[in-house]
T-cell receptor, first 114, second 113 residues
Framework: QKEVEQDPGPLSVPEGAIVSLNCTYSNSAFQYFMWYRQYSRKGPELLMYTYSSGNKEDGRFTAQVDKSSKYISLFIRDSQPSDSATYLCAMSANSGAGSYQLTFGKGTKLSVIP | SQTIHQWPATLVQPVGSPLSLECTVEGTSNPNLYWYRQAAGRGLQLLFYSVGIGQISSEVPQNLSASRPQDRQFILSSKKLLLSDSGFYLC????????????FGPGTRLLVL
């Protein structure tokens, strides 16, 4: 079993739709959870970061973490064509050497159609 | 604010040639630094990380090496490139204390022919 599972898509939705992106994980040591957005041929950009179970909102984006089920989600409300990108989930635990190594999902490619 | 730079942006190299990719960070001190490779369909693969000058940890055995000659400079090198070294190389930084997230640079696209 892979440590982090993420459906690669592609996912295609009409403009204005609510988008739900999900990841599951198996390592209960993960403490911090992130979502990155990556446009084509660009570096990943940190979108959301949380460390506790529950919801965190930032504008049209909501990150949800359920540690008991080892499941995280990213919701995008009123999706826009500019949201078309690959979304990567990432998780980290203290590696014990002064760094927090991230484990990434493979990314879900999202297209928002005008 | 912190900024991370990578160069070159794109590189086309013949098999067997050497490689040097550079990453620099501005606006922070003593960051943890990371090199990743991203290949289509394979996600992000951690190659090296460094928690200080001269301190390099390798995650994957390969013909690549990394060095950190200065606090905010991280270099990825190879003496002889292979076809399989083609990919998108990303550098990332993380705050040394309380830094549970990483911030990525713009990346270098390497094509080995």
């Amino acid at each position: 079993q892979k440590e982090v599972e993420q459906d690669p898509g592609p996912l295609s939705v009409p403009e204005g739709a609510i988008v739900s992106l999900n990841c599951t994980y198996s390592n209960s040591a993960f403490q911090y959870f992130m979502w990155y957005r990556q446009y084509s041929r660009k570096g990943p950009e940190l979108l959301m970061y949380t460390y506790s179970s529950g919801n965190k909102e930032d504008g049209r984006f909501t990150a949800q973490v359920d540690k008991s089920s080892k499941y995280i989600s990213l919701f995008i409300r009123d999706s826009q064509p500019s949201d078309s990108a690959t979304y990567l989930c990432a998780m980290s635990a203290n590696s014990g050497a002064g760094s927090y190594q991230l484990t990434f999902g493979k990314g879900t490619k999202l297209s928002v159609i005008p | 604010s912190q900024t991370i730079h990578q160069w070159p942006a794109t590189l086309v190299q013949p098999v067997g040639s050497p490689l040097s990719l550079e990453c620099t960070v501005e606006g922070t001190s003593n960051p943890n630094l990371y090199w990743y490779r991203q290949a289509a369909g394979r996600g992000l693969q951690l190659l090296f990380y460094s928690v200080g000058i001269g301190q390099i940890s390798s995650e994957v055995p390969q013909n690549l090496s990394a060095s950190r000659p200065q606090d905010r400079q991280f270099i990825l090198s190879s003496k002889k490139l292979l076809l399989s070294d083609s990919g998108f190389y990303l550098c990332a930084w993380e705050a040394p204390v309380g830094g549970e997230t990483q911030y990525f640079g713009p990346g270098t696209r390497l094509l080995v022919l």
